[in-house]
């Protein structure tokens, strides 16, 4: 799988979570973390299997993910593994 480019991942966390089809999301609690894989090819599996990390659904509710202002201080992988951590 490819990387996403920065113009894609704009695209993915603009949805706006108020017009957005929860059928089309995915549910996380459908995802399985391959934890054999190394830590890269984790994370590209994850994003394949969820489409849309800034927005997904947990059964009914749909999720829209943003970071922080102080975030920008970090990079968007070293966002993203903290947030993998927490699943």
Same mark, same amino acid.
């Given at each position: ?24 999301? @995915?549910? &996380? ?6 934890? +054999?894989?190394?830590? $890269? *090819? ?5 994003? #394949? ?13 749909? @999720?829209? &993910? ?6 920008? +201080?970090?990079?968007? $992988? *070293? ?5 993998? #951590?927490?699943?």
């Amino acid at each position: 799988m490819k990387s996403l480019t920065l113009a894609e991942l704009d695209t993915l966390s603009a949805v706006d979570i108020k017009t957005v089809d929860p059928e089309q999301l @995915v549910d &996380i609690r459908d995802i399985s973390i391959h934890t +054999e894989l190394p830590k $890269e *090819e984790r994370v590209l599996d994850f994003i #394949r299997q969820i489409r849309n990390p800034y927005c997904f659904r947990h059964g009914k509710i749909v @999720v829209k &993910i943003g970071f922080s202002e102080a975030a920008k +201080e970090t990079t968007m $992988e *070293e966002q993203f593994e903290s947030y993998l #951590r927490t699943l």
